[in-house]
């Protein structure tokens, strides 16, 4: 009997452990499992920032093709100009008025050899900015889900896709709660950045719509775009002097409207990051 009592006991001791051990592995698993969804996150916005990279690259040597080609026109034109000045002088067909224009002109060369410097440079910077400021989205939205947010560069503008049953219940342009946190992170983000200006897109899809509030696609999308702005500027303090708000209906979709995928693309919130055009007017007007 006793021997009996110490069996059941051992065996109790031995199923507890197992148990322990069990509950330590789901635990582990969880974890790796964790650790992978981060790292290939992690891993896509690495591809993201070296296409955005390798396209940058492209566009740079682009540009240094073209100013190497412009910088030898130039000293061609000043080699030739300078000919002509010296020759004319020697043989006195030129007046002094005529010979000082000639050598404005040579200036006014030297000069626009400056400014296509000072261009190139403030692209750089531009671009770069414009890399920064992507790559910090992304990695404030990593959480979120990729079929919901997308966020891209071209031609030196930003866009981010947002879609709108993330943002917004069927029909109605009430932002839901969970949709203003995610408009926190990107708030968050363009705070780092005031000198940015941007604008918020509404776009639907094709169906038809009127209500007691609503006319038509035209008002549900200007008015999605503008409770955008509002949360935007009311509860996260954006400066609305940087925010536009814009309506675009359903008349530039992305995907098809014959299925309801293509409708479900086309359902969209855009912020749209502008570029910073006025550092290129104030580098034209002092040139």
Not at 41 to 57: E, K
Not at 179 to 201: C, I, R, S, T, W
Request: net charge positive; glycine share 4%.
């Amino acid at each position: 009997m006793k021997k009996v009592k110490f069996l059941l006991i051992v065996l109790g001791l031995v199923g507890l452990s197992a148990c322990v051990t069990s509950k330590k592995f789901n635990k582990l698993d969880q974890t790796y499992k964790s650790l992978q969804r981060d790292q290939n996150n992690c891993s896509q916005s690495l591809r993201d920032a070296q296409a955005a990279n390798d396209r940058l690259n492209q566009q740079e040597k682009d540009l240094e093709t073209q100013l190497a080609d412009l910088k030898k026109q130039l000293e061609n034109s000043n080699t030739s100009t300078t000919q002509i000045l010296n020759a004319l002088q020697d043989v006195s067909v030129l007046s002094n008025k005529q010979a000082e224009s000639v050598k404005q002109s040579l200036a006014t060369i030297n000069q626009k050899d400056s400014y296509i410097q000072g261009l190139q440079s403030a692209m750089a910077r531009k671009d770069s900015m414009n890399l920064e400021l992507a790559m910090s989205l992304k990695g404030a939205l990593r959480d979120v889900n990729d079929k919901d947010i997308n966020i891209k560069v071209e031609k030196g503008v930003i866009y981010v896709d947002i879609s709108d049953k993330m943002l917004f219940n069927s029909g109605r342009y009430a932002v839901t709660e969970q949709a203003k946190k995610v408009l926190g992170k990107v708030a968050m983000v363009l705070n780092a950045h005031p000198d940015f200006e941007f604008m918020v897109e509404g776009h639907t899809d094709n169906v038809p719509i009127h209500t007691s509030s609503m006319e038509d696609n035209w008002d549900l999308s200007v008015k999605r775009a503008t409770s955008v702005v509002r949360i935007l500027q009311n509860q996260y303090h954006i400066s609305p002097a940087r925010m536009a708000a814009s309506g675009r209906s359903e008349y530039i979709p992305v995907a098809s409207n014959t299925d309801a995928n293509g409708r479900a693309l086309n359902r969209r919130t855009r912020i749209i990051i502008l570029p910073q055009l006025d550092q290129f007017f104030k580098l034209l007007a002092n040139k």
